[in-house]
């Protein structure tokens, strides 16, 4: 039963490209969780989805951010235009439920913006 | 504002000592986890408590829910021990920001041998 399965791993995108950050959550967790960890600072959350759903999406940047869990396949978190800003490690954490239940982990997605 | 805070931000020991780190939330919550990070590496889950006490090997946290604390402790470090601790928590139930975690800063555990 592998982990939550988190790539590219590493990923370098130009200013102005888009940068697709791919997410599959663990056999049987239903509830995918996007964070971001800028340099030097702590982990923020960004967005919380179920299958086919938007939970909560309070930590998303208004624009240029856009995240999905499909019924099928990978949770994406897409960013368009990217800024140098956008560089980051994006992980992913899913867990089979909202309540009493722990978070698994992906490995992450370290973003450069050059 | 709901908050998370830890201590210390840096800790520094050496190879045998015991090791504290706190911390503290400002509201009630469903769970608080402890998580580590190595640097440039993902983030493994260490404890999930709501209540009382839970052991894994060397490590131990706990949880005082009426003074809004818990403290991780790990006992006969190792410099393997070296990483960020981090502290988050689980608000508790209500409308849809039950599901998120909220982290604390992090720790900085560098254990020499």
């Known amino acids: 039963n592998a982990g939550v399965m988190q790539n590219p791993r590493h990923l370098v995108r130009r200013r102005g490209q888009e940068a697709r950050l791919r997410c599959s959550p663990m056999?049987?967790?239903?509830?995918v969780y996007w964070y971001r960890q800028l340099p030097e600072e702590g982990l923020k959350f960004m967005v919380y989805l179920q299958k086919e759903n938007i939970i909560d999406e309070s930590g998303m940047p208004k624009e240029r951010f856009s995240a999905e869990f499909p019924k099928e396949g990978p949770s994406i978190l897409r960013i368009q235009q990217v800024v140098r800003g956008d560089s980051a490690a994006y992980f992913c954490?899913?867990?089979?439920?909202?309540?009493?239940?722990?978070?698994?982990f992906g490995s992450g997605t370290r973003l450069t913006v050059v | 504002k709901n908050e998370v805070e830890q201590s210390p931000q840096n800790l520094t020991a050496q190879e045998g000592e015991f090791i504290t780190i706190n911390c503290s939330y400002s509201?009630?919550?469903?769970?608080l986890h402890w998580l580590q990070q190595h640097p440039g590496g993902g983030i493994v889950s260490l404890f999930m408590l709501s209540s009382g006490k839970k052991k894994h090997g060397r490590l131990i946290a706990t949880i005082n829910i009426q003074e809004k604390h818990s403290s991780l402790h790990i006992t006969a470090s190792h410099p393997r021990d070296s990483a960020v601790y981090i502290c988050a928590v689980r608000w508790s139930a209500g409308g849809t920001s039950y599901g998120k975690l909220t982290f604390g800063q992090g720790t900085i555990l560098t254990v020499h041998p």
């Open positions: 056999k049987g967790h239903s509830h």
């Open positions: 509201v009630g919550i469903s769970a």
């Open positions: 954490a899913s867990s089979p439920g909202a309540d009493r239940y722990g978070y698994t």
